[in-house]
């Protein structure tokens, strides 16, 4: 059962107009404060960190399985990184309508990023430490975007909330189909 929606916030107190920019282009006057929207920006770059860590490993997972359960994990596997693909633009998006820049390089991402790279599979790894290995992932990325949801839900900001709760659906359902490989 869906927990309850607290009643409406109390509305915030206008604020000044925001600040144009030199170039003439208004500033941003979306609802959120400039430090709500920075703290969100900010949960969704570790969430867009960790989903680009996840995708990488799904992928290379997918180019690199071999073995009895090659055909069914190169689909399975082909299917989660393509759909991880579409969802890192819609977080980087979302950050950028938020006034914010989305990393975008490694380094950012492993700064940022609660997933580490797991050495030890460039040879011949094991299916199942493959699947182990994005259950894992698919774990993290749930936690992340649970901080991210708290945080956009406590500012009022919707299209977050929508955004954060359609990935922990997505990232749920792959955690719970790869264990149950390894079952």
């Known amino acids: 059962m869906a927990k309850k929606k607290p009643a409406a916030k109390p509305a915030k107190a206008a604020s000044a107009a925001p600040t144009a920019h030199a170039d003439g282009a208004p500033g941003i006057d979306i609802g959120l404060s400039a430090g709500e929207r920075r703290k969100i920006a900010e949960g969704l770059g570790h969430m867009l960190a960790d989903a680009f860590t996840l995708y990488l490993k799904t992928h290379n ?6 073995g009895p359960m090659f055909n069914s994990l190169h689909v399975m596997f082909e299917g989660q990184y393509t759909e991880q693909w579409t969802a890192l633009d819609e977080i980087a998006e979302r950050m950028r309508a938020l006034g ?20 030890g599979l460039a040879d011949a790894a094991d299916w199942r430490e493959m699947v182990r290995q994005l259950v894992v992932g698919n774990e993290a990325v749930c936690r992340t975007a649970r901080k991210a949801l708290k945080t956009a839900d ?3 900001d919707d299209p977050t909330v929508d955004l954060m709760t359609q990935r922990l659906q997505t990232h749920e359902k792959y955690a719970w189909m790869l264990r149950s490989l390894l079952q």
């Not at 997972?61 to 071999?66: A, E, M």
């Not at 390089?105 to 797991?118: A, M, R, T």
């Open 61 to 66: 997972f997918h180019w690199n399985i071999s």
């Open 100 to 119: 914010y820049n989305a990393p975008g390089s490694y380094p950012e991402f492993i700064k940022l990023g609660s997933i580490k790279e797991e050495p």
């Open 154 to 156: 406590d500012a009022g």
